[in-house]
């Protein structure tokens, strides 16, 4: 018996010395003291910066019922990156893109963002995507002070504490305007529809519900929720129809605005539906949905023929777009594969990235770009329809949006381009200088370096 | 309304679940193991024939292609993989399919990919309408619920009325005698497997009609087949079929009443109940244990 | 002192105590990201420490351990959203408590059930406790879960950690040595119960349960407490869980947790909590070590994802059909048959 507890006891001892020598050398900067990173001393933190590259890191659902779709986001990233680097970089350093898998679940999250903060030592997080997966990860990063940018989720949370949450920025417009740019449209034009609600059973669903009863309350006559990950919503569609609601809102993921679709032929259901953009992508969902039925729906989009979306940046739909053919132009030098809309949220995101960077200037530091973002990043151009909101009170991103419909393959516009803010804040039209502006000659954001 | 569409909804994906408990029960009945990697072998012969739609064939080939892999997957893990178990311990032919559980499912997300692919379905989507009211009843799920009636049947023939069965039967209750008796026991084994993995490649197919596949698709199945099986007695394929029957209806109401994060809890509770008071399963035949 | 060294007891208590002041040292020089992971293997390794003595020990297959972490970790997050600075030490015994509980009563139903029904029961278990979470999402987060905020190392500890190594303590350095104190301590109260006329009897009941009974052993009783037992090492796995990853989600605790536990337990050798140990490091470093492999072979990001379980399935497969006792069960046998031929 002694001699196997001591060997236990060696086994563990050994275990450990190994993973200390694994590590050793001392405890780097950021090795998770509560509070400061690093060296937060008068030059600020340049972790994950040298003078020819900057690194940084994201986490997107590459497997996973949140893939289809948000899978391609990355590569479209990546392709502007290696066209940024291929041009010199910015202020002479290239960027590194470091994205890993966390399959939309937030547990993952967690860790591999631990691993891209601690282990890779990145300079900041740019575009983790997913309101569940990202609030799993949020404090922490404030906490070790990495700057957390472009979100890719409409929650408010990332933009509309900036004292509690300093380091952390939106970049889409959140899903509350979102919710009451739809409302005021629905009050206006269909005022007399018995509106049901389809939602994503957390924040993405609650700030889009949020928004529309800021309008259309009395109108609504039913609200299902559905949990990410659990495919059958056969109940919640039934409940739909059995309310008779006419005009459905569905505030969910693609693969959920497939699902219900199918659904609802199933149940013989047809009211109008409504999508949040970050679910109502024609293509994609075209295609979930055109192989379900060998030969029923034959091609996939006439079944979304109608769908009423919202849209903020320029897609596919409008080939002839100045930024589109830059995306076209990009994509086709550096991505592999079809350029997707996807794709071009990846790269409009990453645009807004590069010109921060621009703007920071050549000392670039953590400190130095979260402060160039709030002092002038809402005046940068870029492919988004309305401006940021980045301010010192605000993290929020893109401003407003425009009514869509699909005819076909195509989305026709429904509104001009609406501009609002969360609360009580009145929807007006947008000043169409950020509709309407155009991206430089070579592609690469000029913006002036912020004092 | 409400209750009559769900009823017939628990219907359909109650014979599913009753294919696949037919699944477990027949490889259970044979070699006494239970199979928890029956359900990534439905779905890696599920993408069989996915892959195969895709490239242009007719969907019925696909089906019976995927039903002749099922046969040849059951046959090999059998010969290769299962025979070389020790089966005095019961806990390493369990550990041992959930290693190919694991290994399945990895495969088919290297092979497959990960992402959520449709999956067609071979009649339409559409419910039943009578005048207004549509029923939750498609022409799939009418073909479903008779594909594994009819499956049952051949089963229950096969098993009942030939010599074929006559054997498996023989070598399944006692291997030992039945090898005297001239039984080629082994062979039996593989085409026993073989012939429940077809059963099951079935009920994967089924479950995906019309739906999403993706690597992890079968994996509620599992749970669920698995407690029907043993809800109707592990020894038992008409009890399978009830148990089946059973979870299917009882689930859906649990899922349309309750919501549907209390469906697996109600499976549990459902499974334990009836363990209590009838140990062996529904329609248990074996002298029960006493201690 | 030989006194002192005679008692099997007195002796592993001391052992303990010398490989607790280790750790402290070892874990002290390491980087941030290494001691998160010596925290993640601490907590894996509890769990499969009781998971090892029930299904090895005792004889009672559970696939559902996952479910019990997950009702550790719930409590703690909910207790430390309520009362942030609530004492690690009260904070970890309720977690447990509450574990226990669930456990006894989930225990009762498994003593009566063995083989494949107990499999089925903790399987329908081990997705039944997730949905739940989801189900009741209002206290319980739902989907997204409960965020677990980051605790201050309390400065009487940093004091004590400070008089032995010099330095600081950081968060995560405080949380890495206080998971390896209690799988220290989680492991010696194992062995001492496994070692004890409580560990004979749960051996009795599962090589043989009617001459156990025979023999005077309350067959549920023994049954139920072995149960208890592994279910408070799981409770207390999974509170430190929530604290190290900074979440109690349900998709932490999915069916995948609860059979890789188990294919762990197995790996390193069923019974044995050395191989216990051994398969909780296998889980933690094996899949990153794999992934990074099979990227620098040329697969791409996904691909090399998956090989890690791949491997992970095989390798268990290999085990159970050629070393049925595990890694560390095969040593012991191999030295023990090499002892007996010697002598």
Known sequence: MKRTTIRAAAATSVAALILAGCGAGGRDGDSGDGGGGGDAAAEGDTTGITDTTIKIGDHKPLTGVAAPGYSEISTGAQAYYDWVNEAGGIHGRTIEYNVKDDGYNPTNTSKVVDELVLKDEVFAIVGGLGTPTHSAVVDFLNQEEVPDLMVSSGAQLWGNDPEKRPWTFGWQPDYEIEGKIMGQYIKENMPDAKVGLFLQGDELGADGEKGLRMYIDDQIVESVEYASGNTDVGPQISKLKASGADLVIGFNTPSYTALSQLVSMKLGYDPQWMYTNVGSDVNLVGSLLAKFSDGSVKDGSSALDGMMTTEYIPGLDTPDDPWVKLWQEVWDKHGEGELTNYRIFGMSQAYAFVSALQASGEDLTRERIVEVIEKDGANWPGPGLAPFRWSEESHLGMSGMAMSQTKGEDYENLTEVLVTDLGDAEITEGDTAAAEDAPPENGIPDVAVVE | MQLINTILGGLSLGMVYAAFALALVLIWQSTRIVNFAQAPMAMVTTFIALTLIESGMNYWVAFVAALVAGFVLGALVERLIIRYVDHDNHINPVILTLGLFIVLHAVAAVIFGSNFQSFPAPFGLTGFSVGDTTFNLTPTSVFTILIVIAVMALLRLLFLKTDLGLTMRAAAFNQEVARILGVRVNRTLTLGWALASVVGSLSGLLIAAGGLVHPSYMDGVVVYGFVAAVLGGLDSPAGAVVGGLLMGVTLSLVSGYLGSGLVPLAALIVLVVVLLVRPGGLFSTSTERTV | ?343
């Open chain 3, 1 to 343: 002192m030989s006194a002192l060294l005679s008692s099997p007891i007195l002796r592993r208590t001391l052992l303990a105590l010398v490989l607790f002041v280790v750790s402290v040292f070892a874990i002290d020089l390491l980087s941030g990201f290494r001691q998160g992971q010596v925290a993640s293997i601490a907590y894996l390794a509890i769990a499969a420490g009781g998971l090892t003595v029930l299904t090895g020990i005792n004889g009672q297959l559970s696939l559902g351990h996952g479910a019990f972490m997950a009702v550790g970790a719930y409590t703690t997050a909910l207790l430390l959203g309520r009362w942030e600075n609530m004492p690690l030490l009260l904070l970890l015994l309720i977690s447990i408590v509450v574990t226990m509980a669930v456990g006894a009563a989930v225990g009762v139903a498994a003593a009566r059930l063995h083989g494949p029904y107990i499999a089925g029961a903790t399987l329908a278990l081990a997705i039944a406790v997730p949905a739940l979470a989801i189900h009741f999402k209002d206290t319980l987060g739902g989907e997204p879960g409960l965020r677990v905020p980051t605790r201050d190392v309390p400065p009487l500890a940093d004091d004590a950690l400070f008089f032995l190594t010099g330095t600081d303590t950081g968060t995560m350095q405080w949380l890495a040595t206080v998971s390896v104190a209690c799988l220290i301590v989680t492991f010696l109260l194992l062995r001492n119960l496994s070692e004890s006329r409580v560990g004979r009897r749960w051996r009795a009941v599962r090589d043989d349960p009617v001459a156990a009974q025979l023999a005077g052993i309350d067959l549920g009783r023994s049954r139920v407490l072995c149960f208890v037992v592994s279910t408070a090492t799981a409770g207390l796995a999974g509170s430190l869980m929530a604290m190290i990853t900074r979440i109690a989600a349900p998709s932490g605790f999915n069916l995948v947790l609860s059979l890789t536990l188990l294919m762990a337990v197995v790996l390193g050798g069923l019974g044995t909590l050395t191989g216990a140990l051994i398969g909780a490091v296998l889980l933690s470093l094996l899949p990153t070590f794999v992934t990074n492999f099979g990227s620098g072979m040329g697969l791409s990001d996904l691909q090399a994802a998956e090989l890690a379980p791949l491997v992970l399935g095989l390798t268990t497969m290999a085990v159970v059909l050629l070393a049925p006792a595990g890694l560390v069960g095969s040593l012991l046998r191999w030295r023990q048959q090499a002892r007996l031929s010697r002598s």
